[in-house]
């Protein structure tokens, strides 16, 4: 089963990381389905199909989709900037990409809330242009934004400073346009980065609560999270009732995670054929 | 063969590498005379205060000295997080509800623990009113000034605060008040109130940040020793109304039995709420606030308590059947919202 391996190790390697993961991940995570076993189908169905738990559901993929997209068109440019020029401030910029993954969740939140409010220095110039920001899904979109910045940014950065140029050189040597370059060539072999950039903002908007509720505004059927209901349930003291919306919103990303796994993986299969 | 052993190998190493972090140190036993009060949000500035005449109180009747350490938190996570084992020596909750499930889920006391103290177990109470912006520029003198249109309305999300529980049952009461006891007529009343608010932020604290940093919605619903808080720092801001009827909130304490037993603090636990009702704890809390249950404190107390017709949670048939009727999965909150 097992051919000899170059490396040494790796019954101590495996054992490791076999015991790591089911710790810190499968326990948790079997913890989380078990508690909703043994509810009843219509519990289970009122559970995850009525109304309102549908419109959260709707909103919290929507939203979070919608968040990721942003992040890896912002998040690529701002690792090309990064990655291609030297300027004052460079590493500074560089250390305030990654200030969202540090800040505690609630800080963000009420940031966010205090400056897109209906009277906050941003919010109050918006709201003259007839946009609102806070209390609307726009809002959450623009959290989840920012909490899943970081992650784009730092999977693409390192693969566009070991881009090869002298693919591009050779192209423009052969008469490319620089848009077709950055078309045919650049943009083809940072695709599997961008979408492990994706996926990892995805993943972290699909289960973001701190920074969101500050400025959803909660409100049933319109503003209201999948995180928020599952927090609902729990303050319920329905267990159960959390415990199948959480699978749910598990298997769902966990699904989501392994399709955008597959591309990636033909994306550099084709690359490396090509 | 040797694909055997090497999966013995894994599994070996995967079991001691288990085994080491499961031998990961303890840490040393609890001092006795620690004692460790669970209460909700806003009481925190509250205990602080208490917490340190009960050590001089405690000192002086026992000469031994007590170290108090507080949590605070929301209501029901607080209650939470005690059924999963946060080892509370009394909780001072927001609700009897969260107590009564602390009762009934962990069996950390006994399902009459409400009979114990004085006054439903609850020393100090408040009530709720509104807090509006100076010069009351909507007018609104009363619960019938919420539903009216054009009125911004915030207050909590009752479903994740006890704060708003209270909230939405001193509307719902106001509503039963005025439209002769019809509950139909409460339904539309509270469903009237909710429709004019534009944000259920999830714990009385952030209800009050909204209104007063935000300067989003005309009335806040609050208890009024948040509305007091709120005026005392903003001063000159905001104005305190008080509705005509409204509700009496008890906030209640209790012994947690089985967690004192364990660490041998049952006597200095019991004397922490038994001396709650005495004059200068109760003249703190009317210092921060509170309505103190001593009718001689109360008249002294420099903070002005304007009488209001007040009702009790009895109203609703208590705690249990309230949270069922009310805010459970599906009941009277959430159909209001299944309504639009």
């Known amino acids: 089963m097992f051919a000899r391996d170059a490396v040494p190790g790796r019954a101590l390697a495996l054992g490791t990381t076999l015991t790591l993961v089911t710790l810190c991940v499968l326990i948790p995570l079997a913890t989380v389905a078990a508690s909703a076993v043994g509810m009843s189908g219509a519990d289970l169905a009122r559970a995850l199909l009525s109304p309102r738990a549908l419109a959260a559901f709707r909103l919290t993929f929507g939203a979070s989709l919608a968040a990721a997209a942003v992040d890896v068109v912002a998040g690529t440019w701002v690792a090309w900037i990064l990655v291609s020029f030297r300027f004052a401030g460079r590493t500074l910029l560089d250390a305030v990409v990654d200030i969202p993954l540090a800040l505690p969740t609630a800080v963000t939140g009420i940031a966010f809330a205090t400056l897109y409010g209906p009277n906050g220095p941003l919010g109050a110039i918006l709201l003259a242009h007839g946009i609102h920001v806070a209390y609307t899904p726009l809002g959450i979109g623009l959290a989840l934004a920012f909490v899943g910045f970081p992650f784009a940014v730092r999977t693409v950065g390192p693969v566009l400073a070991a881009l090869p140029r002298e693919l591009d050189e050779a192209a423009a040597s052969l008469g490319a346009g620089r848009l077709a370059r950055i078309a045919r060539i650049t943009l083809p072999m940072l695709a599997p980065a961008m979408l492990a950039g994706f996926a990892l903002a995805l993943a972290r908007a699909l289960g973001e609560y701190g920074s969101v509720v500050f400025i959803s505004g909660n409100m049933p059927m319109r503003t209201e999270i999948v995180p928020l209901l599952i927090m609902t349930r729990l303050q319920e003291f329905d267990d159960r009732g959390a415990a199948a919306i959480a699978t749910v919103l598990l298997l769902a990303s966990f699904g989501l995670l392994l399709a955008i796994g597959a591309i990636e993986r033909r994306l550099i299969v084709t690359r490396v054929r090509a | ?340």
């Not at chain 2, 529980?165 to 719902?172: D, H, K, P, Q, S």
């Not at chain 2, 005026?231 to 008890?250: D, M, R």
């Not at chain 2, 209790?254 to 200095?268: F, I």
């Not at chain 2, 599906?330 to 159909?335: A, I, R």
Request: proline residues 5%; charged residues 20%; neutral net charge.
């Open chain 2, 1 to 340: 063969m040797s694909g055997h052993r090497r999966r013995a190998h894994i599994l070996a190493f995967a079991l001691l590498f288990g085994a080491a972090l499961g031998l990961a140190p303890q840490p040393g036993r609890a001092d006795p005379q620690t004692l460790l009060n669970v209460s909700y949000d806003p009481t925190r500035e509250l205990y602080s205060a208490y917490n340190a005449i009960f050590v001089k109180h405690w000192l002086e009747t026992t000469h031994q000295t007590v170290v108090v350490n507080q949590s605070h938190g929301g209501s029901g996570s607080q209650a939470r997080a005690v059924i999963q084992g946060l080892d509370a020596d009394v909780v001072t909750l927001a609700l009897a509800y969260d107590i009564d499930v602390i009762a009934e889920q962990a069996h950390l006391l006994p399902p009459d623990w409400q009979k114990r103290y004085p006054d439903n177990s609850s020393p100090y109470t408040s009530t709720v009113v509104f807090l509006v912006r100076k010069g009351n520029p909507k007018q609104i003198e009363g619960w019938k000034d919420l539903a009216r249109d054009g009125v911004s309305v915030i207050t909590a999300n009752p479903k994740t605060s006890g704060g708003a529980r209270w909230n939405f049952l001193a509307a719902y009461d106001y509503g039963l008040r005025s439209g002769h006891n019809d509950d139909a007529k409460a339904r539309a009343y509270v469903a009237a109130v909710y429709k004019n608010v534009p944000v259920l932020d999830t714990g009385s604290r952030g209800a009050t940040t909204t209104f007063v940093d935000r300067g989003l919605g005309d009335v806040l619903i609050t208890w009024e020793n948040e509305a007091f808080l709120s005026e005392k720092e903003h001063p000159g801001q905001f104005e305190t109304i008080y509705p005509k009827t409204s509700i009496l909130a008890e906030p209640p304490v209790a012994v947690v039995d089985v967690n004192v037993k364990k660490h041998g603090t049952e006597r200095v636990a019991d004397e922490y709420l038994r001396y709650l009702y005495s004059v200068p704890a109760q003249k703190l809390a009317c210092q921060f606030g509170y309505r103190p249950r001593t009718i001689s404190v109360l008249a002294s107390c420099a903070t002005h308590f304007p009488t209001i017709d007040l009702r009790t949670i009895a109203t609703f048939g208590g705690w249990q059947a309230a949270q069922r009727r009310f805010f459970s999965d599906g009941g009277v909150f959430d159909q209001i919202y299944q309504a639009h």
